[in-house]
T-cell receptor
Framework: ETAVFQTPNYHVTQVGNEVSFNCKQTLGHDTMYWYKQDSKKLLKIMFSYNNKQLIVNETVPRRFSPQSSDKAHLNLRIKSVEPEDSAVYLC??????????????FGSGTRLTVL | GEKVEQHESTLSVREGDSAVINCTYTDTASSYFPWYKQEAGKSLHFVIDIRSNVDRKQSQRLTVLLDKKAKRFSLHITATQPEDSAIYFCAASTPGSFNKLTFGAGTRLAVCP
């Protein structure tokens, strides 16, 4: 049963455009994440937020910016997309028990294609 | 930073046989090791995990073994079924990393009838 909802499922755009992806979780979790999965299926964390605060910010180009309005929502904006941004962007959430590791629940992903 | 290596990129087994997927990690401080499954065209979902205070954990047909000295952990699937066919990802995280998981590259498991 899906409890992490991502929109859109797919997005095709041209180089230089701006895109935004949305994520909402209904699990009551404290922490949300954005992961990037490339064409070889490699998964890399981009950002994580705990209760609307940015807590992990990996080495990601500055054109990527996460936005959180509340702990149930985490959006991702990409200003001026590049071809290497083509990937599946996976949103996830988890409980937070004082920084201890907990199970991640993933959304179905947003597949971005940059032409 | 942490690196997680997944040794088998593909694995093919006959239905009913066992499958083993092996991972190694580099950071001795790593203490949490989950496994996720990704079926074709779908997202990831959690299958099993192990923490560093134990060296074995079983859940039905799945067993995870952890060897902290060798910095190695493995997923064992017994009595494989066609629905076990998927990409399996191992991952690791360290305490205080705010659940920042480092994933392996994935193992594509095919269970053939």
């Amino acid at each position: 049963e899906t409890a992490v909802f991502q929109t859109p499922n797919y997005h095709v755009t041209q180089v230089g455009n701006e895109v935004s992806f949305n994520c909402k979780q209904t699990l009551g979790h404290d922490t949300m994440y954005w992961y990037k999965q490339d064409s070889k299926k490699l998964l890399k964390i981009m950002f994580s937020y705990n209760n609307k605060q940015l807590i992990v910010n990996e080495t990601v180009p500055r054109r990527f910016s996460p936005q959180s309005s509340d702990k149930a929502h985490l959006n991702l904006r990409i200003k001026s997309v590049e071809p290497e941004d083509s990937a599946v962007y996976l949103c996830a959430s988890s409980f937070d028990w004082g920084g201890f590791a907990e199970t991640l629940y993933f959304g179905s992903g947003t597949r971005l294609t940059v032409l | 930073g942490e690196k997680v290596e997944q040794h088998e990129s593909t694995l093919s087994v006959r239905e009913g046989d066992s499958a083993v997927i092996n991972c190694t990690y580099t950071d001795t401080a790593s203490s949490y090791f989950p496994w996720y499954k990704q079926e074709a065209g779908k997202s990831l979902h959690f299958v099993i995990d192990i923490r560093s205070n134990v060296d074995r954990k079983q859940s039905q047909r799945l067993t995870v073994l952890l060897d902290k000295k060798a910095k190695r952990f493995s997923l064992h699937i017994t009595a494989t079924q066609p629905e076990d066919s998927a990409i399996y990802f191992c991952a690791a995280s360290t305490p205080g990393s705010f659940n920042k998981l480092t994933f392996g590259a994935g193992t594509r498991l095919a269970v053939c009838p």
